[in-house]
């Protein structure tokens, strides 16, 4: 059997060569697989031709941009997305995790941050935090005018429309429909959710509630299903009933 199948493929997404060449060699000696790719062309030539478990993408890359690859790759493959940015590009990191990234790292960077970053995206990916409840025997979960289909990961509407959900929104929703009308703090959703501790002004919980709402339809500034508590956090205040 080919040992090459039991390891993570990772592409790399970056129009500097030095860097395409030193995070592939660094990757492949730890144990991972390694492309790479110059722009989104290629990157797609690249999903196309062959499975890829993660994507590490620069933000700025020659023609379409990172921010606008992040987004499709977030709603059509539905890859895990680490992106890359340059110091200073909050704004840009910002909207990165609006579009679906499950991370980003900040240029310049140590290759073994990015290796951690990979490996624990790629766990969140795969399976719940240790202290998210296990999904419900038929995958199926209702609240509002909502199904959660925990096995296809996506949200179904009344009307039949499939909505896809990233990594980071399915975790993030799970969280709240296993903890109904219970006050969460920024703290405990960063945790629950990626198994990070929150850094000073760290905004990714708020980023990632708004982008949840606009899934759900639930305006941000009157919220029905998930409403801010002011100086506490947020509370899911729909009542939830999953299918047994």
Same mark, same amino acid.
Request: aromatic share 6%; proline share 4%; net charge neutral.
């Given at each position: 059997?080919?040992? !090459?199948?039991?390891?993570?493929?990772?592409?790399?997404?970056?129009?500097?060569?030095?860097?395409?060449?030193?995070?592939?060699?660094?990757?492949?000696?730890?144990?991972?697989?390694?492309?790479?790719?110059?722009?989104?062309? =290629?990157?797609?030539?690249?999903?196309?031709?062959?499975?890829?478990?993660?994507?590490?993408? &620069?933000?700025?890359?020659?023609? !379409?941009?990172?921010?606008?690859?992040?987004?499709?790759?977030?709603?059509?493959?539905?890859?895990?997305?680490?992106? *890359?940015?340059?110091?200073?590009?909050?704004?840009?990191?910002?909207?990165?995790?609006?579009? %679906?990234?499950?991370?980003?790292?900040?240029?310049?960077?140590?290759?073994?941050?990015? @290796?951690?970053?990979?490996?624990?995206?790629? $766990?969140?990916?795969?399976?719940?935090? &240790?202290? @998210?409840?296990?999904?419900?025997?038929? %995958?199926?979960?209702?609240?509002?005018?909502?199904?959660?289909?925990?096995?296809? +990961?996506?949200?179904?509407?009344?009307?039949?429309?499939?909505?896809? *959900?990233?990594?980071?929104?399915?975790? *993030?929703?799970?969280?709240? @429909?296993?903890?109904?009308?219970?006050?969460?703090? $920024?703290?405990?959703?960063? !945790? *629950?959710?990626?198994?990070?501790?929150? @850094?000073?002004?760290? $905004?990714?919980?708020?980023?990632?509630?708004? +982008?949840? +709402?606009?899934?759900?339809?639930?305006?941000?500034?009157?919220? $029905?299903?998930?409403? =801010?508590?002011?100086?506490?956090?947020?509370?899911? =205040?729909?009542?939830? +009933?999953?299918?047994?």
């Amino acid at each position: 059997m080919n040992n !090459e199948t039991h390891k993570d493929h990772i592409l790399v997404v970056d129009d500097d060569t030095e860097i395409r060449q030193l995070l592939k060699t660094y990757l492949e000696k730890q144990g991972l697989r390694a492309s790479t790719a110059i722009d989104g062309k =290629t990157m797609w030539r690249m999903l196309d031709k062959t499975a890829i478990d993660l994507v590490v993408l &620069d933000l700025m890359l020659p023609g !379409e941009s990172g921010l606008s690859l992040c987004r499709k790759l977030c709603a059509n493959v539905q890859i895990p997305v680490i992106m *890359l940015t340059a110091l200073g590009e909050e704004t840009d990191r910002i909207v990165g995790l609006e579009m %679906g990234a499950d991370d980003y790292l900040v240029k310049p960077f140590n290759p073994r941050e990015l @290796l951690a970053r990979i490996h624990s995206v790629l $766990r969140r990916a795969r399976a719940f935090p &240790d202290n @998210l409840d296990q999904a419900p025997a038929k %995958g199926l979960i209702y609240f509002a005018n909502w199904t959660l289909d925990t096995v296809a +990961r996506h949200l179904i509407s009344t009307d039949e429309v499939v909505v896809p *959900l990233s990594g980071g929104e399915y975790r *993030l929703l799970r969280v709240f @429909l296993d903890r109904p009308n219970r006050v969460l703090s $920024r703290d405990q959703l960063l !945790e *629950l959710v990626s198994g990070k501790q929150a @850094l000073p002004f760290d $905004r990714s919980i708020d980023v990632q509630v708004g +982008r949840l +709402r606009r899934k759900l339809g639930d305006d941000s500034r009157e919220p $029905r299903l998930i409403k =801010t508590v002011r100086s506490a956090g947020y509370v899911f =205040t729909e009542t939830v +009933r999953a299918e047994a």
